[in-house]
């Protein structure tokens, strides 16, 4: 895919970029595509370009030293992954950057980014915004899983990936999701036994309706009273 | 009344993206629509259904905000 500086544009960070900046970085980048099931970088890989999504989706996850792991985020197209090694030199990646589907991003080098952030306070700007708002929705996260009992934990989950990736396709469809149990157990730190027993009981309540690697979200109040633990 | 049905038909997210002073609105109507990741899938209607509030006095409290209909 050929990429346009209008289209380097929707990418959060480069919102205030000059065309002539667009220029320089794609200039200093090369197109990567991977395959379904192959990987952008593996957690501990020396940071040596940033990534922004052309197309396709890549999901970031971290792995433990006994190999069990964790889902951090999932990167939708013109979102910025792998962002670290643009401010700290010698930094390695913390996590994986797997496809889900067949995808190509933009690689950009770190250190040209580096380099440029120098003299372009709009970049830091850009980069600082991203950071603090992962930095939020980690805080938020940290607090559900120390304070927040697991059916509430799960609810939350399901809410926060359906304002982020949600689909409402009819009036009465309800919105879809495209995420397994699996991908819902590793997000929240819990078994894919304690999911399935959520998700079965949420679907006999008719919150949900379950189906092949789709949630589908019937009473979207429904959930919001199960995470906040509402009265109505 | 045709203008009324539009207006149920808005998304929470919509109405308080154009009018955010009804902010007080939703709140006042004791909804937890403010801040809530899924504002942008339910309608106004959806938040008559859902808290089972009266539809007729729902509409007049909430004419007092102007809403924009963008």
Known sequence: MKVSPADLRKVVVFEKATDDDLQLILQNSIDRSIEEGGFFFFQGDVAEHLYVLTSGQVKLTQSNPTGQLVNLRTIYPWQMFGALGAVRAEAVYPANAEALEDSSALAIKSNFLRSMLETRPYLSFGLMNLMTSYIQEMQERYRELATERVEQRVANALIRLAGQSGVRAEKEAGIELSFSRQDVAEMTGTTLYTISRLLSEWERQGIIATGREKIRILKPHGLVRIAEGLEK | ?70
């Open chain 2, 1 to 70: 009344m045709n203008e009324h049905l539009e207006l149920l038909d808005l998304t929470v997210a919509d109405v308080l993206k154009s009018t955010p002073a009804t902010v007080k609105f939703f709140i006042g109507q004791h909804t937890a629509c403010v801040g809530c990741l899924l504002s942008h899938f339910c309608s106004l209607s959806d938040v008559v259904k859902t808290y089972e509030l009266d539809e007729k006095k729902f509409l007049e409290d909430l004419s007092k905000y102007n809403v924009q209909k963008t």
